[in-house]
């Protein structure tokens, strides 16, 4: 069964820096897309930032981006010029791409609580 | 607005009561999903339906009752809780078919559910 490990429950960044936030997977598939999600003080789960594994290029949305090591099972997100907007959860995901019953579901880490501080 | 909605946003019930939430979704996806999420745990996923039936029951209390009566609408029916079951319950979409696995859920805001 695949698993999603966040490490680091807690981390901060000072307004304007840069903070990375670490997510490993284990799974034996070799397809498959990654997620991070936000989930700030109003609660909306919000999709930040997705990639298929087979894609080696980084994917980036703006300030955010990731580092995919697929070798390391390694997905870790890269917020840029952070911003008091940016406090939050922040949730690492795995999705199978094989359409068979419960391989399609999310499989979540524990979350990483983000503080960014003026 | 994200194209789920959830309903309602805060609810206090009492163990003998009897609430439904409710969740509603027009962005054309087949799947929907009830989680539930409390403090310091990971979030739990609870019941998945694809094309309004039940594919996916985690072992919930049949205490909670869901419903999806056609595609877009969900329903979490809810009858003689306990304290424990206090936590954020989140509503999520998804597409289904080839590809649909790249595009993650649409979750709601949740319904913050207190029982007293």
């Known amino acids: 069964a695949q698993t999603v490990t966040q490490s680091q429950p807690e981390m901060s960044v000072q307004e304007a820096e840069t903070v990375t936030l670490s997510c490993t997977y284990d799974?034996?598939?070799?397809?498959?897309?990654l997620f991070w999600y936000k989930q700030p003080p109003s609660r909306q789960m919000i999709l930040v930032i997705r990639q298929e594994a087979y894609k080696q290029q980084n994917a980036t949305e703006n300030r955010f981006s990731v580092n995919f090591q697929k070798a390391a099972k390694s997905f870790s997100l890269k917020i840029s010029d952070s911003q008091l907007g940016d406090a939050a959860m922040y949730f690492c995901?795995?999705?199978?791409?094989?359409?068979?019953?419960?391989?399609?579901?999310?499989?979540w880490g524990l979350g990483t609580s983000l503080a960014v501080n003026p | 607005e994200t194209g789920v909605t959830q309903t309602p946003r805060h609810l206090v019930m009492g163990m003998t009561n009897k609430k439904s939430l409710k969740c509603e979704q027009h962005?054309?996806?087949?799947?929907m999903y009830w989680y539930k999420q409390s403090a310091k745990k990971p979030l739990e996923l609870m019941f998945v339906?694809?094309?309004?039936?039940?594919?996916e029951n985690n072992s919930v209390p049949s205490r909670f009752s869901p419903e999806c009566p056609n595609s877009s609408h969900l329903f979490l029916h809810l009858h003689t809780l306990q304290p424990e079951d206090s936590a954020l319950y989140l509503c999520a979409s998804s597409p289904t078919g080839t590809g649909g696995a790249g595009y993650g859920y649409t979750f709601g805001s949740g319904t913050r559910l207190t029982v007293v």
């Open positions: 962005l054309g996806h087949n799947a």
């Open positions: 995901a795995y999705r199978s791409t094989y359409n068979a019953g419960n391989n399609r579901k999310l499989i």
């Open positions: 339906y694809n094309f309004k039936e039940q594919t």
């Open positions: 799974t034996s598939e070799s397809d498959y897309y």
